[in-house]
């Protein structure tokens, strides 16, 4: 009887066998459900055409033609530049406005502060449907991107400023703050999809950093809410707006601009993004 309770491990060790198991298991639940702990923890998946880390990319049909697409107006005030197409639909082309569009228009106008064409709902054909389908596979995307299984749920309870984020999906039920620098880290087959069901406001000064060759073209930005970003901030990927999208004075995007309403630009430059 002595050599069999000798044998048996003491109740203090057991105890502490149970604390760790119990420690382990809180350890994956909390990976398992917003991984807080671990922001640079890539998602799985296998981003761009199965080359990558993170979500597989949104497909954004003809939309992904436009630098900034708008259903209602693109607006401007200062001098903005814009490399890439702008379109509105299904206004006409008199809610594009500081532009000083070349008449007369056709199928596309033009203007000083654009590289690239113009397009509104009231041009020639095939203009019109052209733009119809250019919308609807905005919002489309839109619906693709707000449809996906998060990885990352509430992370910084909406402030985001300061962290370096691995590829993956993030979520968030509220508004998005962006107080200070982001940086995305990543390769440039690796893939970002952020989840706003509020707004999205970016800070005066602050920026949307790439790191490790990471690509805007890749960077996925759906927002439930209206967009903000702040005077002289620099933004980087595709922003799918269910609202609006507001650049306030200096701000700079290497990316894409689809609202669902109108895009309001000041003194702004707006790039598309690399193929």
Known sequence: MKNLISKSPSLSVMMALALMLGASMIGCVSDANDSVSEPTK????T??????????????????????????????TGTTVVTGDVGVSPAAASFITGFSLLAPPSTFSTSALITGKVYAADFDSPTPANLTTAVSNMMTAFTDAAGRAPDYIELGAGSIGGRTLAPAVYKWGTTVLISTDV???????????????????????????????ALAKNIFWQVAGAAEHGTTSHFEGIELSQTSITMRTGATVNGRL???????????????PAP
């Open 42 to 45: 890539p998602g799985p998946g």
């Open 47 to 76: 981003g761009l055409a199965g080359m990558g880390k993170g979500p597989a990319p949104v497909l954004l049909g003809k939309s992904g033609d436009f630098v900034i697409l708008a259903k209602s107006a693109v607006s401007t």
């Open 183 to 213: 940086t995305l880290s990543g390769g440039p087959n690796d893939v970002w999809i952020f989840q706003v069901a509020g707004n999205l406001t970016q800070a005066s000064s602050a920026k949307v950093i790439l790191k490790g060759g």
């Open 258 to 272: 689809l609202a669902q309403t109108a895009v309001v630009l000041d003194a702004n430059a707006i790039v598309q």
